[in-house]
């Protein structure tokens, strides 16, 4: 019989907050077992393992990252928009390494392919500020999620030991992609 209150949400919850605490690449269902205070052969019964257990929390964590974006550009456009975008993503990233780790995994499944599509729709509502559409809008959207990932990968693995304060510098970013989108448009 399951432990009262343990079901597949709270399991993928909590496996959430471990991956957030000690990585994803390091989140194991021993562990999670462990912090539920159940047998791991309990968790089978909530999860079908370590790659479904993954699965949704990419799932979860695409879903969260596409409200939050949502959020942060509601009502705004261009530039504005941009920035509201790059400070919401970033700060996601900081407050969930383990679950945004699991966002940059190609979607397997339906689940995560529909919250994969609401974050993508949120990044073109953005851009549609500076008449990105089609093609030109899809192009825009991975030259900017290239920049805010690599920013991120490199402010997590503590590569930003130059004097100058990062934040400076991503506020920089930001503005050098308000230029290039900007003049983005092919035609």
């Given amino acids: 019989m399951p ?15 471990l991956a957030d605490e000690v990585g994803a690449d390091r989140l194991t269902l021993a562990a999670l077992a462990a912090r539920l205070g159940v047998a ?17 929390i ?4 695409t879903d969260e990252l596409a409200r939050v ?3 942060a550009v509601a009502g705004r456009s261009g530039a504005e928009a941009v920035a509201a975008l790059a400070d919401a993503y970033r ?8 679950g945004y780790a ?40 991975r030259a900017l999620r290239a920049a805010l990932h690599g920013w991120v990968l490199l402010e997590q693995g ?17 503005q050098a992609l308000d230029g ?4 983005w448009r092919s035609g």
Avoid at 40 to 56: A, C, F, M, N, T
Avoid at 165 to 170: A, G, K, R, T, Y
């Fill in 69 to 71: 974006l949502g959020e």
């Fill in 3 to 17: 432990r009262a209150g343990l079901s597949p949400a709270v399991v993928v919850e909590q496996a959430g907050r």
């Fill in 102 to 141: 699991l966002t940059q995994v190609a979607p397997a499944d339906e689940a995560h392919r529909a919250a994969a599509e609401r974050a993508a729709q949120t990044v073109f509502a953005a851009l549609r500020g500076y008449g990105l559409e089609g093609e030109d809008a899809i192009d825009a959207t």
């Fill in 91 to 98: 700060r996601y990233a900081r407050e969930h390494p383990g």
């Fill in 158 to 174: 503590g590569g930003f030991a130059l004097s100058r304060d990062p934040e400076s510098s991503f506020r920089r970013m930001v």
């Fill in 180 to 183: 290039v989108l900007t003049s």
């Fill in 58 to 61: 990419a799932v979860a964590a």
């Fill in 40 to 56: 791991l052969p309990s968790l089978y019964k909530h999860v079908g393992g370590l790659e479904d257990l993954r699965r949704r």
